[in-house]
């Protein structure tokens, strides 16, 4: 798969979003469960799946997690502000660069799936916080899997 | 990848003997988890690179403190996630010198291994995109130079008869790490044939 | 407190080398102190948390006529901006920026540059203008038909050393600023050009 998403967003996402892990982390309480756990297994995914499984969390992410979290703190709200917004661009950026190739197989939809029954388990606030909590496992994700020669 | 928890010891136990127990808790699984080798430890650190050594999990770690009769609450980590945090340690560097060039040859350092019998796992193999950052010192310029290279970097422009300094660090573009800078190196260059004619 | 002072007018984004200064026109309050708030929203907000706004990290509240909104900035998507007027209790209507602001349409005008010689050594000091920034940097040899060689240049990995060159040659160097974030770059700097130290070699 063509490397589509630059890894300059990428980085910058996961700056924004190391100025606020701790915070966002101690206060999910609920240890025993996780949103993205779905993810682990699908290391060795085929690049065309890649795409669909971005998509989809990348909306995810969109029009679920930032709208249900409510935030308190002007400095953490920034911070998700420019993580959502970089989210946006991401999602365009990928949608120009992937037209056609973006198909879903059963194994992607799937582990799409299981992130939303995840989210639905829990309480929505608690949901949301433990989901952008979570974004150091969706940014590595990305990481590895939008590089062209993953490692082994 | 080698995890190591540190401590520091509770506030006015001064004289008492303190021992310590350490869990750990994989996010995700159900209940914390006993460290075999860290339970009522008089030191204050418990190496947890076996419990931990999947790195793309996440883990938490807690420690408790006993004393007499008494023992204390348990004081926990924040989630840690080995693939993201742990540092990286510098590249072996190997140079070869020409007259007026040289060439640093660097090579990946090794994923810790929790039996030394196992096939080494080197750290490119888990971060592709890990990446060198080389500074030379010409000492009589006393000019810093800085590159970013992954893997070999040879220099053609430097001066006959000069000794350069170089240290080495590896890193992974994200999130900050802590550096593991190498070594300094020194090397000089041979004498320039022409001047040697002169 | 009940809306009395006007709104600030004349809302306008002055942005350039990818640092954005939001400007307004003063409220006029005779012998009174104004200040003023600043509250953004990313395209995100408008589109899908329209009732959000942010208060700027640096200018909720001030008493200048401008803000700096570079850091609230980081996306290069469109960004409402909107303030307002305080004195006291009183408090008056938000005016919003209209229309909203997408850093890709920023100046980018070209690095400043040193170009200097330490002994054979050809070296260059660009002007830092921050993360986002990259430089394409183009040198050669003085002479008829020479090649032009060149370096891309991350902002902050200044001075660069271009290579040795030949005693006595005379080498010229310029240089245009990119920003991978919005696909665009400056027009190149001025040509410099600087003789080498020594003797010039007898060409072969």
Redesign the interface.
């Known amino acids: 798969l063509r490397r589509c998403l630059s890894s300059v967003d990428v980085h910058r996402i996961e700056q924004s979003f190391w100025d606020i892990r701790r915070a966002l982390q101690t206060k999910d309480t609920f240890k025993n469960i996780t949103i993205l756990s779905s993810l682990k297994n699908l290391d060795s995914i085929k690049p065309v799946d890649v795409c669909c499984v971005t998509r989809h969390l990348l909306t995810f992410y969109r029009d679920r997690v930032f709208k249900d979290h409510q935030e308190t703190s002007h400095e953490v709200k920034r911070k998700i502000s420019k993580i959502a917004n970089l989210f946006l661009q991401m999602q365009r950026t990928l949608e120009q660069c992937v037209h056609s190739q973006c198909g879903c197989s059963q194994e992607a939809t799937n582990a799409t799936r299981i992130v939303q029954d995840n989210y639905n388990q829990l309480e929505v606030s608690s949901a949301a916080l433990k989901s952008l909590g979570e974004l150091d496992i969706f940014l590595a994700w990305i990481g590895k899997n939008h590089r062209e020669t993953s490692a082994a | 990848m080698k995890n190591v928890l540190h401590w520091n010891p509770p506030k006015g136990q001064h004289g008492a003997e303190v021992t310590y127990t350490v869990q750990y808790f994989i996010y995700g699984q159900k209940e914390w988890l006993s460290v075999s080798g860290c339970r009522s430890i008089s030191r204050t650190y418990c190496d947890l690179s076996a419990e931990t050594s999947d790195y793309e999990h996440q883990y938490y770690a807690k420690v408790q403190a006993t004393w007499e009769t008494k023992c204390s609450e348990w004081a926990e980590t924040g989630r840690f996630y080995p693939f993201l945090e742990t540092q990286v340690g510098p590249p072996e560097v190997v140079l070869k010198t020409g007259e007026k060039s040289i060439s640093i040859v660097l090579t990946a350092p090794e994923k810790w291994k929790i039996n030394p019998k196992d096939d080494p796992v080197s750290m490119q193999q888990i971060y592709s995109n890990l990446k060198y950052n080389v500074s030379v010192y010409n000492t009589k310029s006393r000019m810093w130079s800085q590159y970013i290279t992954n893997s070999t970097l040879e220099f053609t422009w430097l001066e006959p008869s000069i000794q350069y300094c170089i240290h080495v660090e590896s890193f992974v573009p994200g999130p900050p790490r802590l550096p593991l800078p190498s070594q300094k190196r020194c090397f000089s260059t041979l004498k320039d044939r022409m001047s040697a004619l002169k | 407190g009940v809306a009395l002072l006007p709104a600030p007018q004349n809302l306008t984004v002055l942005s350039t080398n990818m640092k954005h200064l939001l400007m307004w026109s003063p409220v006029a309050q005779p012998r009174e102190t104004v200040s003023y708030s600043v509250e953004y929203q990313?395209?995100?907000?408008s589109?899908?948390?329209s009732h959000?706004w942010?208060?700027s990290?640096r200018c909720s509240p001030t008493d200048s006529l401008e803000c700096d909104v570079t850091d609230?900035i980081?996306?290069?998507?469109p960004y409402n901006f909107r303030v307002r007027a305080m004195l006291g209790s009183q408090t008056s209507a938000w005016s919003t920026l209209e229309p909203p602001f997408n850093r890709n349409s920023t100046v980018l005008i070209p690095p400043r540059m040193v170009v200097t010689e330490?002994?054979?050594?050809l070296?260059i000091k660009l002007e830092d203008l921050g993360p986002l920034f990259e430089f394409l940097v183009f040198y050669w040899r003085k002479e008829p038909d020479a090649t032009e060689h060149f370096k891309v240049v991350?902002s902050g990995?200044s001075?660069?050393?271009l290579?040795?060159m030949e005693p006595g040659a005379t080498y010229c160097v310029k240089a245009q600023a990119r920003v991978?974030?919005i696909g665009r770059h400056s027009a190149f700097s001025q040509t410099r050009c600087v003789k080498m130290q020594g003797e010039s070699l007898p060409l072969a």
């Open positions: 990313g395209e995100y907000e589109l899908y948390t959000l942010i208060p990290s609230d980081t996306a290069t998507v330490y002994g054979l050594h070296v991350k990995d001075p660069l050393h290579g040795t991978n974030a």
